[in-house]
């Protein structure tokens, strides 16, 4: 049984930043890559970026790349996601998830199914 809890969403205007926190299960996290995910009312669930266990290697979305930096402390079981120069189009609930496969040792999953715990989401709404 693993608990995934995210937080720090709110309301900011176009071109302001945000930060989100995400605390999961101690060995769990540790063992596990992570990801991020939005989704916007009526669209599907999209891939934002992934961080590795070590925290070497990350991935991007394109729509993301040079605004967003993903980030974990794995001492302290929490993932972050820096949100910077934030558009309108950024909003969205945003999730929070575990990837705990073997294979997460090595590749990082960029596809909702591949991983295997959620958090609840935090609302990010960002305004023109």
């Known amino acids: 049984q693993v608990q995934v809890v995210e937080s720090g969403g709110g309301l900011v205007q176009a071109g302001g930043s945000l930060r989100l926190s995400c605390a999961a299960s101690g060995r769990t996290f540790s063992s596990s890559a992570m990801g991020w995910f939005r989704q916007a009312p009526g669209k599907e669930r999209d891939f934002v970026a992934a961080?590795?266990?070590?925290?070497?290697?990350?991935v991007y979305a394109d729509s993301v790349k040079g605004r967003f930096t993903i980030s974990r402390d794995n001492a302290k079981d929490t993932v972050y996601l820096q949100l910077n120069s934030l558009k309108p189009e950024d909003t969205a609930v945003y999730y929070c998830a575990a990837d705990a496969s073997r294979a997460s040792r090595w590749v990082l999953h960029t596809t909702p199914n591949e991983y295997d715990y959620w958090g609840q989401g935090t609302q990010v709404t960002v305004s023109s």
């Open positions: 961080i590795s266990v070590s925290g070497r290697s990350t």
